[in-house]
Each structure stands twice: as C-alpha cells, then as structure tokens.
C-alpha cells in the first residue's frame, strides 16, 4: 500500500527544526504526534520503532502528556536495544517504559520489545526481524558524536547487510552487546524523525546533513532525508542556510 506519508513530501525547509534545548521536547512531541495521527488516519494504524538516550528519553516524557493520541491505535518496536535485561538501568525498554508506556494506555501486546537479554541474540533477530512491518510508519533515531544511529556504528559490518532487518552488534558504546536493526529499516521507514541536543552532536549532525561521509562512515546518515529536530547547540556546525 502507498504511504501517504513517504518523507519525500516533507519540503526541505521543514525538514530541519532548529529550536531552543528548552522547545526540543514539545516540537518534537509534536512532530511525532503529527505522523502518528496521519498514519492512523490513512491505514487505522501506526508502527513507530523508537530509540534510547537521553534525547529521545525526555522528548518520550513530553509525548505522554499527550493525551489526544490513539494510544490503543499505536504498535510500539525498538530501533535497537541493548543485552541487558528488561530492568537494567541501561535498558532502553525500561528507559521507554518509565518515560513513556507507564503513563500512556498503549496495549501490552502492541509494545514489541527487544528480548536482547536471552543468549541466543541471533535467534533474537531473527524473530524481531518477523514481528517488524514492511515498512515503520516511523521510526525515531538518536545520533551518538561518532554518527552512529540506533546500534549502527562507524564501520560496523552490520552496515554492510543487505537482507536481513535485525542483527546482533558489537557496539562501540557501552554496553557493547547489542541488536540494532539494519540500514534497509531505517531507509524505508515512511518518516524518520532524527533527534540531537547540545554541542557534542554538532559536528556528527553536519557530517550525517551536509559532509561528504558515506553511512559506512557516518551511519545517521540513512535518515538523512528525515525530519531532523535539533537545539542551536546541535545545529551550531551547519551552514547558516539549510539546503
Ligand atoms: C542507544 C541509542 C543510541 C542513542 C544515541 C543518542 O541505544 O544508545 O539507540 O542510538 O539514540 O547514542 O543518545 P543520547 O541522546 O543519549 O546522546
């Protein structure tokens, strides 16, 4: 079925927020909220992959203010998620769980999580990979200072593969055991939201907007055409005039 919501319709002026640190949470709040009412308006539904961090961690608490949403409406996945379990501090389950999914009336059954924890990660994928739709109505992406995104580091083989959708990872941040889903994920989510905040991000987020880098290099780069949702601190390396 044709997306109605294919990136491509979102003009290039639009497709780079630039707000204040205090503002970051409420337009992308928005901004999410905008997409997942467009999906349930075209196909009564919206799968929306989500990401860790700190960025999207307060970005999740806003959005659960939002009380209008379709929340029983809404399929929840993982963009990545690291091998630890479900409880562990550094659980991006448990992080979106405390900062979102407590306060909103997802269905339990709509929230696919990340069973990274079990031994076996590569018969992990591999189901994930099943549960995962064609094509994410949205998926929402972090970028590290080194340009990673979701699980996806600079160099990493993962980025190299071409048919399956989840893989185990070694990551370069800790904890290092990971999954991630592969490129083709992200480039063929109908909108991809990108989110960065501070001066750290700054030279990743010109690299993955402007430089020349490939995603082998720079791997935020595969959501490029996306909807990018940065503070001044983040934006602070791009040329004045966003192509
Ligand atoms: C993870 C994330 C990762 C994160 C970025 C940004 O599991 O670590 O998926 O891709 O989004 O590293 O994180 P911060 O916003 O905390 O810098």
Redesign the pocket.
Known sequence: MENALKAGTVPARDRRVVVSTEALPETAAQRIAQIIEQAVAHHGWATVAL???????VVYRRLAQDRRLPWQKIEIFF????AVPPGDPQS?YRMVRESLLDAVSVPPDHVHRIPAERPDREAVAREYAAQLPDQLDLII????EDG????LFPGAPALRERTRKVVAVEGL?APHQ?LTVTPSVITAAANKIV????SD?AKAVARALEGPDSPDECPARLARDGIWILDHAAASALPEKPV
């Open positions: 990401a860790g961090g700190s960025t999207p961690r963009g990545d998620e690291r991006n992406l972090g970028i590290g990673h995104t979701a699980s941040k990971r989110l960065a905040s501070g991000k």
